[in-house]
């Protein structure tokens, strides 16, 4: 796979930083290989059962079925995909709930010093509300992994009421990303030969019109693509099924956008994909197939998400219950892994605006059961 360059920049944990004065340049080969990651090994098991790099600490914010410490609000079931949100001096988590009837998102507020001030409901009413995305006008996106499903885009602060985004397609709708540069929203399709998608709204900040386009390109796995109109986004006929020359993806997960670069991941082959959106051009990240000495660290691959430095932080369905980094010089390596929890899946990596929390959650915990979802935060020294 051929080398290029690339400055990561992304909107960090909810944070509008669009300008890339936290972001540094770097050299970036595909695919990622194992070695030593930048944090060093992990330790023990914590009181939560979590193994940390050291320097590194973790608490539970939220059970299913429980009342959030501090509040009257009872924690949704099977937490999913998640984003912060910037709140004066504190800031917002917003997470999904994947369950099906109901599904919907809630939200957890913190003050300045990272303390639970609030919890809520921000989207009720929907099906199996999986990953989404965070919008540069400071909406959440979320998801329904249903066929046919739909794009509901909600107010992090409970007031707004959820809107509907019918122009944005129906199918099995997984993750979404911004681009403020192109103006666009990628979307990821989890079925085993599912698409990649972006939709341009007529008006940027407004979803409410716009063209959905699919991305089109050859079996290989880099080198230059296209996009293309699909005809009817109500899916009438299955949305992946309208253009042909669509290229295929075995269940597209996670999205992630950074400057010039949008992250995709496919769990069906254990892929992390990077779509080149000035160059138009695809190419891999990481495919743990194409690892060429030890173990593939990362299996089960799934949400997604980037810091300050750069690197990319992604979750494991299944697995060994990691999160495991990628480095801009394409290490990758176990950041955290929770121990006990193996009927589970790790889901909604995101950070604090200021990059020094790492909050996710484990969808259905040590009892394998919706009703088992626990939400942490790390804390620690992240790289700046």
């Given at each position: 796979m051929?080398?290029r ?7 960090v944990?909810g ?23 930048p944090?060093?090994?992990?330790g023990?098991?914590d009181?939560n ?13 939220a ?6 410490a ?14 912060c949100y910037a ?17 919907g ?36 996106l979320?998801?329904?992994?249903v ?22 397609g129906?199918?099995?709708?997984e993750a ?24 341009r709204p ?9 063209t959905l ?10 080198g230059?693509v ?9 899916g ?17 997960e ?10 995709f991941?496919?769990?069906g082959?254990n892929?992390?994909w ?12 990481y ?31 299944g697995g ?10 394409d290490v990758?390596?176990?950041f ?5 929890q193996?009927?589970?899946e ?30 942490y935060e790390?804390?620690g020294?992240?790289?700046a």
């Amino acid at each position: 796979m051929e080398r290029r360059t690339l400055l990561r920049t992304a909107i960090v944990g909810g944070s509008a930083v669009l300008g890339g004065t936290l972001w540094r340049g770097a050299a970036y080969a595909a695919p990622a290989q194992p070695g030593s990651g930048p944090y060093g090994a992990l330790g023990a098991p914590d009181a939560n059962g979590i193994r940390l790099p050291a320097g590194f600490t973790s608490r539970v914010i939220a059970r299913s079925g429980q009342k959030v410490a501090g509040t009257s609000y009872t924690w949704h079931n099977a937490p999913d995909g998640g984003a912060c949100y910037a709140d004066g001096a504190g800031w917002i988590y917003v997470s999904n709930s994947e369950i099906n009837p109901s599904g919907g998102a809630s939200a957890v507020r913190f003050s300045s010093t990272g303390a639970v001030t609030s919890a809520y409901r921000v989207l009720s009413g929907t099906r199996q509300n999986c990953a989404g995305g965070r919008t540069p006008w400071n909406t959440w996106l979320s998801c329904e992994e249903v066929d046919r499903g739909y794009v509901y885009e909600t107010d992090p602060w409970g007031v707004k009421a959820a809107v509907r985004r019918d122009a944005m397609g129906r199918f099995k709708h997984e993750a979404a990303a911004a681009d403020p540069v192109r103006e666009v929203v990628y979307l990821t399709e989890d079925v085993s030969d599912g698409c990649f998608y972006r939709f341009r709204p007529t008006t940027w900040g407004d979803l409410s019109s716009g063209t959905l386009e699919v991305l089109v390109a050859g079996s290989s796995t880099s080198g230059p693509v296209t996009w293309a109109r699909v005809p009817d986004p109500s899916g009438a006929t299955a949305t992946r099924r309208q253009v042909s020359g669509a290229k295929r993806f075995n269940g597209g997960e996670g999205c992630h956008y950074a400057d010039d670069t949008c992250w995709f991941t496919t769990k069906g082959d254990n892929r992390v994909w990077q779509y080149n959106a000035t160059a138009q051009t695809i190419e891999l990240a990481y495919d743990d197939s194409l690892v060429t000495s030890g173990t593939a660290p990362l299996t089960g691959v799934d949400n997604v998400t980037g810091s300050s430095s750069g690197d990319l932080f992604v979750a494991e369905d299944g697995g060994n219950m990691e999160i495991c980094v990628i480095t801009p010089s394409d290490v990758i390596a176990p950041f955290l892994r929770v121990d006990g929890q193996s009927g589970s899946e790790i889901t909604g990596p995101a950070f604090s605006p200021d990059g020094t929390r790492l909050y996710f959650s484990s969808q259905r915990g040590t009892s394998g059961s919706s009703s088992g979802g626990i939400t942490y935060e790390v804390r620690g020294p992240f790289r700046a």
